[in-house]
């Protein structure tokens, strides 16, 4: 064993895990100490199918049809959600911003397991920091995007983590990239970017087996029926209209630096944030310049940096402004 291959000792996982801990649990108190038990005005839309849910009257049909969200994404995978708050635990928010924190947490535990040992431990406190970081704060206070953002970004890191473990086993690694694409697309629009990841990943690691090519396959076809079926109807009404591409590119560069900038909490253009995300695609570009060698070794990094740059361009391609919970992805 190397020394870059010598687990860090007890003491030393015992630090890293109080410091991953110290995240989480600033984000729980500012979220339980904040607000009131009441539920948003966007829920009103959300009343008449859950109300059919629990009064038996709904059908697969139906279910499949009022199961959008905002009139662009699905929500077949949030709204059963919604249907056990109000059953068990009237519709209370608290549930779900509580569901909210243990899906980021869950999705934590997934890419740091997918991180080679040596680093994993003393890499865990950055990765809780930057998962439990108060530039997600108008996520985790608010209870359908916690929802949405946790269930997609989960679906996503069960990807990376099958990608990450499980090269060599094609059935077991089709069948997690299904799952997860399925969660993912179910949950929010930028879900869906996880379908051309997921196949690329398949192509550059060179999975030749026929069974898993069918499993992804089928796993995209249900994962995008819902969208097929009612997104032409609604692109009028989701597309941004008369937009200049300069205005999308900054738009772009926008999307990818408001994590690290400061009032995101509106929607006009940050010029910070526009430098931190063009200073992110030069770092990146020379990172990957130099790991050239080392790539395919690092399969859950390019996912995970693949689909962010894709739900920035697909956000940057249909939105007009930045939303401060678009910082999450």
Not at 90 to 116: D, K, N, P, Q
Not at 160 to 184: K, N, T, V
Not at 188 to 215: D, E, H, N, S
Not at 235 to 251: D, E, H, Q
Request: aromatic share 12%; proline share 6%; charged share 10%.
């Amino acid at each position: 064993m190397t020394q870059e291959e010598r687990p860090p000792s007890a003491a030393g996982k015992v630090v890293s895990l109080l410091l991953a801990l110290l995240p989480p649990a600033r984000m729980a108190w500012i979220v339980f100490t904040n607000g009131e038990n009441n539920l948003s005005n966007d829920y009103v839309g959300r009343v008449p199918l859950v109300a059919s849910m629990l009064g038996g009257t709904g059908s697969l049909g139906k279910f499949v049809r009022e199961a959008w969200i905002g009139g662009a994404h699905s929500g077949l995978a949030v709204f059963p959600i919604y249907y056990l708050s109000a059953r068990f635990f009237e519709w209370s928010v608290c549930f779900e911003l509580g569901l909210g924190l243990v899906l980021v947490a869950a999705t934590l535990a997934l890419l740091t397991a997918s991180v080679r040992r040596s680093a994993r431990w003393p890499l865990l406190p950055l990765l809780s920091l930057l998962f439990f970081s108060t530039s997600r704060v108008s996520v985790f206070t608010f209870g359908e995007p916690a929802l949405q953002y946790g269930l997609s970004q989960l679906g996503v890191a069960i990807g990376a983590f099958a990608l990450a473990r499980w090269p060599g086993r094609p059935i077991a690694l089709a069948l997690a990239l299904a799952f997860g694409g399925i969660l993912a697309s179910w949950s929010w629009g930028g879900g869906i970017m996880a379908w051309p990841v997921f196949f690329a990943a398949l192509v550059v690691w060179r999975v030749r087996g026929v069974a898993a090519w069918a499993i992804l396959t089928g796993g995209a076809a249900a994962g995008l029926a819902q969208y097929a079926w009612i997104l032409p109807q609604e692109m009028p009404s989701v597309a941004a209209g008369s937009v200049s591409w300069a205005t999308r590119g900054r738009l772009f560069l926008d999307l990818l630096g408001r994590p690290l900038a400061n009032g995101i909490g509106h929607a006009d253009p940050n010029r910070w944030s526009q430098v931190a995300g063009a200073f992110g695609l030069l770092a990146l570009a020379a990172t990957l310049i130099l790991l050239r060698a080392r790539l395919r070794a690092l399969p859950g990094p390019l996912l995970l940096l693949a689909w962010a740059l894709l739900v920035a361009l697909e956000i940057a391609l249909v939105r007009t402004a930045v939303a401060p919970w678009y910082a999450s992805p």
